[in-house]
């Protein structure tokens, strides 16, 4: 008897830094097949003057991840078993949230250990976590090899800009 | 101050010169102990006592700058995606089909350590959802644009494809999946049929719609459940068909996800049902719901109520049976909006409207009217202009032909064979042909239309064979041809306009392993007949009739079309070429046109060139099917040098095509 497929739920989390306008996130949910289930979006968060100062580098990192990052997750509804995101920054993601958070490598890093192949990608998890890589590698089983991970990341961004454009419309 | 003098005084004297100095002797001596030559008190050389005590402040302290890292609250906009319905997968037959078609593909092991993520392909093109126009809020936009891109979700994980799609199908696809009303017109033979399913599945999965109901002429049923089963296996389709007990259950069948009926069962139960409907007194709308369709008005005390008064406080819902989606396949049956099938396809309650043809206009723009009321894209009785139709036509219609997007189809040769009559058959047609004049002649203003077609149809089938001496220069070439057709393992497709003609030819084509497919063949019997002439290697030829077998059959498999006469209408006559050439054809298709020398054949023949030629120039060389072709009653005049009596000389008088079949 075939063995049931695993049932994957993955989050796929953007921010896009647009000038004068500020952060604006998005987080998708899609099943293992790329199939939306749920999707979620912030209106844009712009730092004054005095936080840019005073968060200086690490700005970057604390809006995407701790502020925007955990917001989406909080407010899902569907929630997924892994968050994946192209963008460094987002792993500090992982120290406010209780689930894996991965980082796809460009396809230009060199393989290394720690990382964990997931379909046509290479993923690099936060490294204060170790349990995550068993349930990362686990949950990376059930994808195709060639499954393209960056894709859906750029429905987020598409889906990042249609709203910007709708609130500039209205 | 005595002190200080001193020491002054005693600093000058050190000072001045020594011829100077004066001394003067005192018996005063001060007693100077500890006191250094500086003049500096030795008590300073003790360590301070430094004591502290509380004291208050005479003021506040001021303004001191503080900051604490405090953001905003971040607003958020969320969407949640319908949860489509779950088909059960076909079960497979072999362990080896089991693992093909699990849920989805496991990964590759790796195979060396300098397999990389370079390694991989990317595909080479994606076809996203787009919003459609129509989509004003930011949901709905969402919602398309969300969706993964047509590639990744049919590249056989979920839903598994016997074959790949060609990049315009993908696009026909998307099209249609995020269109509330569509038509899609592709050339014959581009796959309209493939790219319907395929979107259903797509609509069903996502949890668009629940309830389809696809309406199509009565011979393409067999072409459709067979199409689902190659396409969409998991899908189960319900024919709508038995006696009417058995067809009322069918219609309200709750767990029927795809119904599939002919037009008449479909006019006949709706109007069956919009009676009863009426006769409960409830007030039908169109389909769409935007206005009473079926006149049905409630009387009180013999006065028509106003919709208040009538039938109680809240409009009960519709009795008809509701759709998510209808299909129209072949929808210019549905051309004149005034016919019973076209107002009945209208009143079924839906949400989407989708419409297949790929002759759209067969004879006036006007006709796209009807199909746009079906779609709800123009209000009810709306005759929109030309310029309005165009513009209509640039969102809600969708065409390719093949010149355009199968640049690498096999070619499709056509060949016009000019014959010449036997001896026997141009006595007799020479003699139908003048007496036929003669009489028309002698009719003078009372000749109409209908005489001079049916010298016409007399003179086209004295050039099929001539019935007294059954002689046939047609058949002597159609010989000639079949017999190097079988020779090489070949097979043909015959069209002719007569049932009589191809109950002739039967006889005369047994050797080749004849096969008929006419109107006059029950039902039941048509699709083995095709079945067999795919399988049967001895099978060399099928007759078929226009009427019946120039829609919806996929016959790719033959290489040779003969039209053994000619239709009245080019765009039909490509639709029955088009059973061969189409997609998966796999060599090129030879159209052999039969037109007898100095005959009524050759001048229509050179009417309809012409007409082409017209319709080509204004509609671009990638369009020439989409067009007026048929004869008008001048031209019908005009082949035997005569005017047209009547003043509406310009309504077409071909046949009515498929409706009827010519005996």
């Known amino acids: 008897m075939a063995q049931a497929a695993p049932k994957a739920q993955l989050g796929f989390l953007g921010v896009v830094n647009l000038s004068g306008t500020g952060f604006v996130g998005g987080l998708l949910v899609t099943n293992q097949l790329g199939r939306p289930l749920e999707f979620q979006c912030t209106t844009p968060v712009k730092p004054n003057r005095t936080q840019e100062i005073l968060y200086g580098p690490t700005l970057n990192s604390f809006v995407c991840a701790e502020l925007i990052g955990k917001t989406l997750f909080e407010r899902l509804q569907v929630k997924p078993q892994v968050i994946v995101s192209d963008q460094p920054e987002m792993l500090a993601l992982r120290t406010v949230v209780a689930l894996p958070v991965c980082l796809i490598l460009p396809k230009s890093n060199s393989v290394s250990e720690g990382m964990i192949r997931a379909g046509a990608h290479f993923l690099k998890l936060h490294s204060d976590f170790p349990d995550d890589f068993a349930l990362v590698g686990e949950i990376a089983k059930s994808f195709p090899a060639d499954a393209d991970l960056i894709e859906p990341l750029e429905r987020v961004r598409e889906a990042l800009q249609e709203t910007l454009r709708a609130g500039a419309a209205a | 101050m005595e002190t200080s003098d001193c020491m002054s005084s005693e600093l000058m004297n050190q000072t001045d010169t020594a011829a100077e100095i004066i001394t003067t002797p005192a018996g005063l001596v001060l007693p100077t102990p500890g006191i250094h030559i500086t003049g500096m008190n030795s008590a300073l050389k003790r360590p301070p006592q430094v004591t502290a005590e509380a004291k208050a402040l005479l003021s506040s302290t001021g303004f001191v700058p503080s900051w604490r890292p405090s953001w905003g609250k971040v607003r958020t906009f969320g969407l949640t995606f319908p949860a489509g319905i779950e088909l059960i997968p076909v079960a497979p037959q072999t362990p080896e089909a089991n693992e093909e078609q699990s849920a989805f593909k496991k990964v590759e092991p790796e195979k060396a350590e300098d397999e990389t993520a370079e390694g991989v392909k990317a595909p080479a093109k994606r076809t996203k959802i787009r919003p459609p126009q129509d989509a004003l809020s930011v949901q709905d936009r969402l919602f398309f644009l969300l969706q993964p891109p047509l590639e990744n979700w049919l590249k056989g994980q979920e839903l598994i494809m016997p074959f790949e799609p060609f990049q315009y199908q993908y696009e026909g696809i998307a099209w249609l999946f995020s269109q509330k009303a569509a038509l899609l017109a592709d050339e014959m033979g581009l796959g309209k049929t493939m790219q319907m399913i395929t979107s259903l599945r797509l609509l069903l999965r996502a949890g668009q719609v629940r309830r389809v109901l696809l309406v199509c002429p009565k011979p393409l049923i067999p072409n459709w459940q067979r199409e689902f089963k190659t396409w969409a296996e998991e899908i189960p389709v319900t024919t709508v068909e038995g006696d009417g007990f058995r067809r009322n259950l069918t219609w309200r069948m709750p767990g029927a996800h795809v ?247 039967e006889e005369r084509m047994r050797p080749y392993g004849c096969l008929v497919y006419h109107g006059g063949i029950p039902q039941p019997k048509r699709e083995p007949i095709l079945t067999r002439f795919k399988n049967d290697p001895d099978s060399h030829i099928i007759l078929m009739s226009y009427a019946t077998g120039a829609v919806g059959l996929n016959l790719q498999f033959a290489g040779y079309v003969f039209l053994y006469d000619r239709w009245w209408n080019p765009a039909v006559e490509d639709q029955a070429i088009n059973r061969a050439h189409r997609i998966g054809c796999k060599s090129q298709v030879i159209v052999s046109k039969f037109i007898c020398k100095d005959t009524i054949e050759e001048r229509i023949d050179r009417v309809l060139n012409e007409k082409r030629e017209i319709f080509r120039r204004v509609l671009g060389e990638g369009d020439n099917t989409n067009a007026s072709l048929s004869l008008n009653a001048n031209e019908i005049f005009g082949l035997f040098n005569m005017k047209a009596r009547s003043a509406k000389g310009t309504k077409s008088i071909r046949p009515e095509v498929p409706k009827k079949e010519a005996a």
């Open chain 2, 259 to 505: 119904l599939l009926a002919n037009y008449e069962v479909v006019v006949r139960d709706y109007q069956t049902m919009i009676q009863e409907a009426i006769k409960n007194g409830h007030n039908l709308k169109d389909g769409l719901g935007r206005r009473t369709e079926v006149e049905c008005q409630t009387f009180i005390d013999g006065e028509p109520a106003s919709p208040q008064q009538g039938g109680g406080q809240a409009e009960p819902p519709c009795p008809l049976p509701r759709f998510d989606l209808v299909v129209l396949d072949e929808a210019q049956r549905t051309k004149n909006r005034d016919s019973l099938t076209a107002k009945t396809i209208r009143s079924i309650p839906r949400s989407r409207s989708v419409c297949l043809t790929g002759t759209p206009i067969e004879n006036r723009p006007e006709e796209m009217s009807s199909l746009f009321e079906f779609m709800g894209v123009i209000p009810p009785g709306a005759n929109p202009d030309l310029r309005q139709l165009t513009s209509l036509s640039r969102e809600f219609i969708l065409r390719r032909t093949k010149d355009l997007v199968m640049k690498d189809m096999p070619p499709r040769l056509d060949r016009d064979e000019i014959i010449e009559l036997t001896s026997a058959q141009r006595i007799a047609y020479d003699n139908a042909e003048k007496d036929g004049i003669m009489r028309l002649t002698e009719m003078g203003d009372d000749v109409s239309i209908q005489n001079v077609f049916e010298l016409v149809l007399r003179l086209k089938q004295i050039s099929n064979y001539d019935p007294l001496t059954q002689e046939s220069s047609k058949l002597e070439r159609l010989h000639a041809d079949m017999e190097e057709i079988a020779a090489s393992g070949g097979k043909a497709i015959l069209f002719s306009q007569w049932t009589k003609t191809i109950d002739w030819l």
